[in-house]
């Protein structure tokens, strides 16, 4: 997504390009660009230059909204998303601490935006090790 947000303008990019560049298999590559692209985060182009964009700006697609897609719902604890899987929910001294920490990593996620993370300054070997 951040690749794609990089090149924001410069066409789509092909499922299997994708999955080069991010080194994860086809198949991954796969799963991956139809969650995002179900989720409205990418949009697809059929034909010989065809393949996935950003389905919004890169600044209106946040980390949460990306991670949200692909892997569902964060939940630091099963208690936190669903109450009823804790038979001590009623009585627990800790889920509200739970439920303060799930609502900071939400809103610092949903903070992050793609647009923020494209431009980044990349570190040297970091950038090195991107391209290999």
């Known amino acids: ?3 794609l947000a990089r090149r924001d303008g410069d ?13 994860v298999s086809y198949q991954l590559a796969c799963k991956l660009m139809q969650n995002l692209q179900k989720a409205g985060l990418l949009k697809s182009s059929m034909g010989p230059k065809g393949g996935f964009s950003l389905g919004r700006k890169p600044s209106q697609i946040s980390l949460l909204d990306v991670i ?3 892997q569902g719902p964060i ?8 109450p009823k899987a804790c038979s001590q929910y009623k009585s627990c001294s800790v889920k509200d601490r739970l439920a303060d920490l799930q609502t900071v990593i939400n809103d610092g996620l949903a903070k992050i935006t793609l647009d923020e993370l494209a431009h980044k300054p990349v570190a040297k070997n970091e950038a090195r ?4």
């Open 75 to 82: 939940s630091v604890n099963r208690c936190v998303s669903i």
């Open 11 to 23: 066409g789509p990019v092909s499922t299997r390009t994708a999955a080069t560049q991010e080194h």
């Open 1 to 3: 997504m951040v690749n």
């Open 68 to 70: 949200v897609a692909v």
């Open 129 to 132: 090790q991107a391209k290999k």
